[in-house]
Each structure stands twice: as C-alpha cells, then as structure tokens.
C-alpha cells in the first residue's frame, strides 16, 4: 500500500514532546480560511510554481503534452483548468521552480526515514508525529505507521482537527501515545464559516477521550478566533479534563503566504501578521481564572 506524503520533516521541536519526526499527509476534510499549509489540503498531487526561482530555460514548455504552460503579456503563467497534474514538468526543473505536492510512499519507505532519527528520539524523549492535512482523513494508513513506530519503540503522536466520528478513529487512538488536537471555535456556526464543518465530532472526541494525554490547540487568528468570548468558553469546556497537559494558544503562522502563490490560489489571511509577544501573554491572561494550565506560543 502506498500513500501520498507532503513532507517528512526530521529534527522537529514544535510538534509534540522532544525531537520528533514529523510525517504530513496530503488530503484534509477541513478548509481553514488561515491554512498555511493549502498544498496539502486536496487528496491529490499539486503542482506548484515559484517564479521567483525560474531561470527561463522553456523545458517545461516543451515537456508538457497538454500545453498548460503560457505566456501571458510575457508573464510565465500555468493554465490549472487544463493541467493533468502529471509532474512531468516538475521532473526536468533542475531550478526547482516547479514542484509537486505529494509523494507517494510505502510504510516502509516512511520507516527507513524514521529510523534515521532513532537517537535524537532516546536522548530528548522524543518520536514520530503524525500530521497532515489531517492524519484522520487517512487512520488506515496512518495505523499501519503507527504500529511500526510502537513496534521499534518509538513514541507517537497525532496533530488532528478530531473531526471524524469517534468509532472511525478509534484503531488509531489505541496506537496513539499523546494527542495534539486544534479546536478553533467554539461556536459552531463560526466553525463552519470559516473551516467548512461543524465542530461536533471534534468537541465531543475530546470529552470522550480520556486516557490518552492530550494538548489542545487554538490558532490566534485576529477577528475570528483570537477573541475573549471563544478562548474562554474552549478554555471552560477543558476545565477539569485529567487528561490535558495543557491548553495551548499559537500565534497566527504567515509562512503559507508563498504557497498559495504557488498554488494560484486566493489567500484571504495575506496582510495579517503574528502577534507580538505582549499580545499573546495578554491572551494567556484572559484565562488566568480558568483552572486549566495555559501555554502561549511554541
């Protein structure tokens, strides 16, 4: 079995306990208004253009069959309605100005890159983190890596929106070592708004799961959910889970902006930016009387 992955990212230490592998799956159920990861969010390959990085040889022109590739008042420009997305292009851009999101790998191929870090794992208390897109779009998959991981001793972790009906997810929570879990909004009709579903399924896996250790995660975004009144009531909904180690706010990410130029696509988030690091220990103070432990930031 072969499954498509957007990047494994090695020496990781923001995306659970110690050093950690990160494996990102392609394909999300969710489309967050603010994703700074857009390349990974369909279930297939993209391609992707960074013109910045285009020398002007024309090989692309040449390689590809259905003729996607133009110029319009001499701007190198790729048709999207007509492209077949078959990398060809990709493969001869030794300038790496075309690229394709998405590589399909085996279990084993993933492993062989897991390995590597075994070390970094021992000495820090670290391991694998499994993300995406959104690793519950993929739990059959993402089991089977799992179970490799526990098998060789390796901690593992989810980063996962909990969107899907606990009885889907659950052969890979029994794999599960530690959860890291992003709750956006509290109210449900904003949730849909701005990531295009509810968020029942997410709020009631995390009241249902109780002994896996979990963080709970809320993306700073100014207007939407960086207000008083949603930290607050997710805040009040944590409030005596034994499970949590803690609640954790993260200062809006802008370095997607690239990605959706490459992708051709809208980013309706460009102009905002993070949060100094006096507004975001205000946030944190917001929640100062809530018996729950609050980390703000990384």
Known sequence: M????????????????????????????????????????????????????????GKCFDTCLVHAHKFENG????????????????DICYAEALMMS????????????????????????????????????????????????RKEGF?????????????HISSLLNEVDIIMADLKLFDDGMHKKYTGLSNKNTIENIIKISDIPMIIRTPLIDGVTATKENLRSIA????????LIYYQLLNFNPLGASKYQSLDKANDFSLLRPYTNEQMKEFGEMLSDINIKVKVGE
């Open 155 to 167: 901690s593992v972790a989810i980063e996962t929106n909990l969107s899907m009906p606990y009885d």
């Open 236 to 243: 009040k909904l944590l409030e005596g889970k034994e499970n």
């Open 102 to 149: 998405g590589k399909e790998m085996t279990v084993e191929q993933i492993m062989s890159e897991i390995r590597q870090d075994k070390a970094y794992y021992d000495g820090s208390n670290g391991g694998v983190t499994l993300s995406g897109g959104e690793v519950l779009c993929h739990t059959e998959f993402a089991t089977e890596i799992a179970r490799a991981c």
């Open 2 to 57: 072969k499954h498509l992955i957007t990047d494994i990212q090695r020496f990781s230490l923001n995306d659970g306990p110690g050093i950690r592998t990160t494996v990102f799956f392609k394909g999300c159920n969710m489309r967050c208004a603010w994703c700074h990861n857009p390349e990974t969010l369909s279930m297939s390959q993209d391609l992707m253009f960074y013109p910045s990085k285009c020398i002007g040889c």
């Open 75 to 90: 701007v190198h420009i790729i048709d999207r309605e007509i492209c077949a997305k078959c990398g060809k292009c990709a």
